[in-house]
C-alpha cells in the first residue's frame, strides 16, 4: 500500500508559530524524508466557511496568505500538492454519503466538535455545516486513501471519527476506504503550544499569536511581554518552569546550537531550567535568549516569504496544479466508493435493467 499523508489548515489569517510547531515543521521534514509516496496539503476554505459563512471574504483574502505560509515554510510544490478544497467537488458528494453512517448523538460526544462549539457561542443555533464538520474531514482524509495524517491533540477525536467511518463503510459495502493514522508532534511542548498571554490556546481571535510573517521588531516585542512565573518578582527568587510559557517555547524551539552562539554559558536546556528553579536568573535574560532563538527561527522563514510575494502568479500556478492533481485522486476515490455502493447505475449498460428484472423474477413474498 502506498504511504499518503494528508493535512492542512483553515484559511482564516496568516499562520502562527503554533500552527508551525504543532504541524507545519513536521510536515516539511516528512516531505524531505522520502519516506511518503503522496503528500497532499489543504487549505480548507469550505469548513472554514461553516463559521465564516456570513463573511466569504475573509476566507477568500486569506486564501494566499496561507499558502505564501506554506511555501515560506518550505513545503515544496515538487514533492507536495497544495490544494484548495472548495474546488474538489467530489469531497462534497463524499461527504453526504458518510452522513448516513453517523448519528447526531455521536456527533454531540465528539469533544473537538464541543469545544469549538463552546468556543464560538454557537450552543443555542449550531450550523449544520459546522456540525457536521467530522464527517467532512473524515472525506477530506479519505478522498486521498490517506495512510497518515500529521496534526496537534487536539484532532485526536477528529481523527477516531473518521476511522469509525472508514470501519462502517467497509462494513457495510466491503473493503474499499483506508483507514489513516494519527501523527502526532515528537515534541511534547509542540503538541499544544500556550500562547503569549499563558492562555492554554495561541488563537488570533485572542491576539496572542506570534506569525510566521511577524517582522523582527513584533517578534521582540510579543517575546519581551510574555507570560512567566508570576511568583518570580525578584531575580533571586527560585522561579518555576512548568507552565512558564517562556521555557515551553524554548521546549519547542531551542536547539543545542542556539547555546552555543547566543547563551555559551549553559550547555543545554536543562542547565537554564535548573539556574531559573535554584534562583538568581531574571525573565528578562531568557527573554532575550529566547527572541535571539525566535529570530533565528523565523527569519529565513520570513525571507522567503518576501520572495514569494514578489511572484504571486507562480504561486497562483502551484495551487491550480495541485488542486487539478488532487482533484484526480479523489474522482478515483468517489468512482470505488460509488462502485462498492453499487449506484454507479451507467458503468454498466445492463446493471439497472438486470437488477429490475431480478426483482420482478422473485415470487411475490420473496423479499421482505
Avoid: W
Avoid at 199 to 208: D, E, P, Q, R, T
Amino acid at each position: 500500500m502506498s504511504k499518503i499523508i494528508l493535512t492542512g489548515d483553515r484559511p482564516t489569517g496568516r499562520l502562527h508559530i503554533g500552527h508551525y510547531v504543532g504541524s507545519l515543521r513536521r510536515r516539511v521534514e516528512l516531505q524531505e524524508s522520502g519516506g511518503f509516496d503522496e503528500i497532499y496539503i489543504m487549505i480548507a476554505d469550505a469548513q472554514a466557511l461553516t463559521d465564516n459563512f456570513d463573511n466569504p471574504g475573509k476566507v477568500r483574502e486569506n486564501i494566499m496568505q496561507v499558502a505564501l505560509d506554506y511555501l515560506a515554510a518550505g513545503i515544496d510544490p515538487e514533492k507536495s500538492n497544495i490544494l484548495i478544497q472548495s474546488q474538489i467537488p467530489e469531497l462534497t458528494e463524499l461527504t453526504f454519503y458518510y452522513a448516513n453512517l453517523v448519528t447526531v448523538a455521536r456527533l454531540q460526544r465528539n469533544p473537538t466538535v464541543k469545544s469549538e462549539i463552546q468556543m464560538r457561542g454557537f450552543e443555542g443555533s449550531i450550523p449544520v455545516g459546522f456540525f457536521t464538520y467530522p464527517i467532512s474531514q473524515a472525506a477530506d482524509i479519505t478522498a486521498f486513501k490517506a495512510t497518515t495524517v500529521p496534526v496537534g491533540e487536539d484532532q485526536e477525536p477528529m481523527l477516531e471519527q473518521t476511522r469509525e467511518i472508514v470501519r462502517s463503510f467497509n462494513r457495510i459495502y466491503g473493503d474499499t476506504l483506508v483507514e489513516p493514522e494519527i501523527m502526532l508532534p515528537e515534541n511534547e511542548a509542540s503538541l499544544r503550544l500556550p500562547g503569549t498571554d499563558g492562555h492554554a490556546k495561541m488563537s488570533k481571535s485572542l491576539g496572542n499569536c506570534i506569525y510566521l510573517s511577524d517582522d523582527e521588531k513584533s517578534v521582540q516585542k510579543k517575546i519581551m511581554s510574555m507570560f512567566t512565573d508570576p511568583g518570580h518578582l525578584r531575580i533571586e527568587d527560585p522561579g518555576k518552569v512548568e507552565g512558564n510559557t517562556v521555557f515551553t517555547y524554548l521546549d519547542a524551539f531551542s536547539k543545542p546550537e542556539h547555546f552555543t552562539e547566543f547563551l555559551p554559558d549553559y550547555e543545554n536546556l536543562d542547565e537554564l531550567k535548573d539556574h531559573y528553579r535554584r534562583g538568581g536568573l531574571g525573565d528578562v535574560k531568557i527573554k532575550k535568549f529566547l527572541n535571539k532563538v525566535m529570530q533565528d527561527t523565523l527569519a529565513p522563514i520570513r525571507e522567503r516569504r518576501k520572495e514569494y510575494e514578489q511572484n504571486l502568479d507562480y504561486v497562483y500556478e502551484v495551487l491550480k496544479k495541485g488542486t487539478e492533481k488532487a482533484e484526480q485522486k479523489a474522482a478515483s476515490t468517489l468512482d470505488d466508493v460509488k462502485r462498492s455502493m453499487r449506484i454507479n447505475y451507467f458503468e454498466d449498460d445492463q446493471d439497472l435493467i438486470n437488477a429490475y428484472k431480478n426483482r420482478a423474477e422473485e415470487p411475490e413474498g420473496g423479499r421482505r
